[in-house]
Nanobody
Framework: QLQLVESGGGSVQPGGSLRLSCVTSEYTQGEWAIGWFRQAPGKEREAVSCISRHDNTVDYVHSEKGRFTVSRDNAMKTVHLQMDNLQPEDTAIYYC????????????????WGQGTQVTVSS
């Protein structure tokens, strides 16, 4: 069973940056697509970004295009989500999840999930 652990969340002011990390129990390159999702209070969990098994990346939220970058450090069994120019609407719990075949924005397609890390953006 694949295990995922997120870290790197915190509180920042608008315009700030955070780098989230998702450490997995197995090497994922060539094996698992890793997606990042977020869930704000009272809202549905939504897909943010994804990196495919072969390191192609997908952005799902229009407002984050150019601000968020997903990458994989396979040697460290880690997938990062670099988030720049953060805004209050980015406040949410951020989750990483693993999908066996391809990136998808449907959270029900993902097989394993981390516990989440809180990101708060406020002045």
């Amino acid at each position: 069973q694949l295990q995922l652990v997120e870290s790197g969340g915190g509180s920042v002011q608008p315009g700030g940056s955070l780098r989230l990390s998702c450490v997995t129990s197995e090497y994922t390159q060539g094996e698992w697509a890793i997606g990042w999702f977020r869930q704000a209070p009272g809202k549905e969990r939504e897909a943010v970004s994804c990196i495919s098994r072969h390191d192609n990346t997908v952005d799902y939220v229009h407002s984050e295009k150019g601000r968020f970058t997903v990458s994989r450090d396979n040697a460290m069994k880690t997938v990062h989500l670099q988030m720049d120019n953060l805004q209050p609407e980015d406040t949410a719990i951020y989750y990483c999840a693993a999908e066996r075949w391809e990136c998808t924005s449907n959270r029900r397609d993902y097989d394993y999930w981390g516990q989440g890390t809180q990101v708060t953006v406020s002045s």
